[in-house]
């Protein structure tokens, strides 16, 4: 299955895709990768992996959204993969390609929608939190959940401390959630 991945930022999601794809049997291939930031660090594996990339915003007029579909239908993209995309999906862009967009939240959802999970987690004195695979719907971080991995928070634990144990299970829980949609 022919895959994009939607990055803002640094993109370790989108380089432990890159690895599982290159695994023998792997459902996917990572065909695309599009940035609404043209700095963002994740860039850099575009041109490491030779991975085409592609800069785009939905913030601009929606002329652009028929746009970047009808490219992603050319290159026959039929899976796409947030990680760590920073912007809102439009909800036409969601029903063209329904069921087929999926995320990755730094959060063990329905708790904590949104941004800042970690410090809203250790604000709230939570014993847990963790990371949630779930199906992109209208409603932000709130489609049909795929997996979750638990961590627990120790009260030596920030936010930077928290972030990083639970990157290390997004890691793992992104390949495994495509692994269980694909089969
Ligand atoms: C991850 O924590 C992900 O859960 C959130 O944004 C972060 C992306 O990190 N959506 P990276 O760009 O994959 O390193």
């Known amino acids: 299955t022919k895959t994009a991945v939607f990055i803002s930022g640094t993109g370790s999601n989108l380089l432990s895709l890159i690895k599982f794809s290159k695994k023998k049997r792997c459902p996917i291939s990572i065909d695309l990768i599009i940035s609404n930031y043209v700095k963002a660090k994740g860039l850099k594996y575009s041109v490491k992996f030779n991975i085409e990339k592609k800069i785009f915003s939905f913030k601009k007029k929606n002329l652009n959204n028929k746009k970047i579909f009808s490219y992603l239908q050319k290159k026959k993209i039929k899976l796409i993969c947030l990680a760590g995309f920073m912007e809102i999906l439009p909800s036409d862009f969601i029903k063209k390609f329904k069921g087929t967009i999926i995320n990755i939240h730094p959060s063990l959802l329905p708790k904590y929608?949104?941004?800042?999970?970690?410090?809203?987690?250790?604000?709230?004195?939570?014993?847990f939190s963790g990371c949630t695979v779930h199906y992109v719907s209208k409603k932000l971080d709130s489609g049909k959940i795929i997996l979750q991995s638990k961590v627990r928070i120790s009260s030596k634990d920030n936010a930077t401390s928290l972030a990083k144990k639970i990157l290390k299970k997004e890691h793992k829980l992104y390949p495994a959630s495509i692994s269980k949609i694909m089969d």
């Open 113 to 127: 929608k949104g941004l800042n999970t970690h410090e809203r987690a250790i604000k709230n004195e939570d014993k």
